[in-house]
T-cell receptor, first 113, second 118 residues
Framework: SQELEQSPQSLIVQEGKNLTINCTSS?????LYWYKQKYGEGLIFLMM?????EEKSHEKITAKLDEKKQQSSLHITASQPSHAGIYLC?????????????FGGGTRLMVKP | SAVISQKPSRDICQRGTSLTIQCQVD?????MFWYRQQPGQSLTLIAT?????????ESGFVIDKFPISRPNLTFSTLTVSNMSPEDSSIYLC???????????????FGPGTRLTVL
């Protein structure tokens, strides 16, 4: 099973609606990364969270890391078709992978105009 | 930051042939990796490309199938050998920039190579 669990696996929302994607680990996370992958393209780095309770925003996307550093959420406000893609959370140190990022299963987002 | 380019960006290949994917980074990096993303799945690490020595492969991946070269700190190649339709995937090159003691490293990914095997 995935050491990083993402939910939901897929999401279809109407343009303009808000949405939240969750990433949960059974272990404390030391550095939680959010990436976006547009269909057929490479990964785009969104943001990195390190401290418990940390929250970062970029345009209409906000990511939070809980105080226990075991859960992160990615929130998109007023979604647009350009937000469509696969969102991946990643963390170091999972599965004894040292300096390697381990990824969650991804959330496939579709935004209907 | 690191800018990574990959060639080719996509290819369609016949079963039984081999394809070599190139990865070029705009700066010298110590850690370079190859990932695979099969349709509908998350990323899977294939191997760590080591400069000057043999690559380190993850469970389920072997050198005969995925030979890797790393002649210097800015370049690597991944070859997908004796291809079958199951090898159809996006292959991504990735590097980690070490930020220093007490700071979390940052990982960057190339744009990927979309491989379709007929």
């Amino acid at each position: 099973s995935q050491e990083l669990e993402q939910s939901p696996q897929s999401l279809i929302v109407q343009e303009g609606k808000n949405l939240t994607i969750n990433c949960t680990s059974s272990k404390t996370l030391y550095g939680l990364y959010w990436y976006k992958q547009k269909y057929g393209e490479g990964l785009i780095f969104l943001m990195m969270l390190q401290k418990g309770g940390e929250e970062k925003s970029h345009e209409k996307i906000t990511a939070k890391l809980d105080e226990k550093k075991q859960q992160s959420s990615l929130h998109i406000t007023a979604s647009q078709p350009s937000h469509a893609g696969i969102y991946l959370c990643g963390a170091y140190g999972i599965n004894n992978a040292g300096n390697m990022l381990t990824f969650g299963g991804g959330t496939r987002l579709m935004v209907k105009p | 930051s690191a800018v990574i380019s990959q060639k080719p960006s996509r290819d369609i290949c016949q079963r039984g042939t081999s394809l070599t994917i190139q990865c070029q980074v705009d700066s010298q990096v110590t850690m370079m990796f190859w990932y695979r993303q099969q349709p509908g799945q998350s990323l899977t690490l294939i191997a760590t490309a080591n400069q000057g020595s043999e690559a380190t492969y993850e469970s389920g991946f072997v050198i005969d199938k995925f030979p890797i070269s790393r002649p210097n700190l800015t370049f690597s190649t991944l070859t997908v050998s004796n291809m079958s339709p199951e090898d159809s995937s996006i292959y991504l090159c990735s590097v980690v920039l070490v930020r220093g003691e007490g700071l979390t490293d940052t990982q960057y990914f190339g744009p990927g190579t979309r491989l379709t095997v007929l």
